[in-house]
């Protein structure tokens, strides 16, 4: 099984910075796609960002399109979240996501096979 742990979360001030970080061990395949999606109290879980397997493609949500930047060491298995000019609107769980055998940069909750506990981000303003 593949595990998948969240981390960096926390409390920040609108127009503050956070990095997330997502640790994986287990059994991991040579091609994955590494997602993050956030979930807002009452809310259904939304797309964030992807990063490819080769760690040069990305793709992201509208929303943080310009503020968020995801990337991947893949030597660790990790993948960050970059978080920057949060807004209160940005407060979620964030959970990050693997999808094995993917060439491309998946966005639908559907598409992940592993998820992480997700991590808490609150944005006050």
């Known amino acids: 099984q593949v595990q998948l742990v969240e981390s960096g979360g926390g409390l920040v001030q609108a127009g503050g910075s956070l990095r997330l970080s997502c640790a994986a061990s287990?059994?991991?395949?040579?091609?994955?796609?590494m997602g993050w999606f956030r979930q807002a109290s009452g809310k259904e879980r939304e797309f964030v960002g992807v990063?490819?397997?080769?760690?040069?493609?990305?793709f992201y949500a509208d929303s943080v399109k310009g503020r968020f930047t995801i990337s991947r060491d893949n030597a660790k298995r990790t993948v960050y979240l970059q978080m920057n000019s949060l807004k209160a609107e940005d407060t979620a769980v964030y959970y990050c996501?693997?999808?094995?055998?993917?060439?491309?940069?998946?966005?639908?909750?559907?598409?992940?096979?592993?998820w992480g506990q997700g991590t808490q981000v609150t944005v006050s303003s």
């Open positions: 996501a693997l999808e094995p055998n993917d060439y491309g940069t998946p966005y639908r909750v559907y598409e992940y096979d592993y």
């Open positions: 287990g059994r991991t395949f040579g091609t994955t796609a």
């Open positions: 990063i490819a397997w080769n760690g040069r493609n990305t």
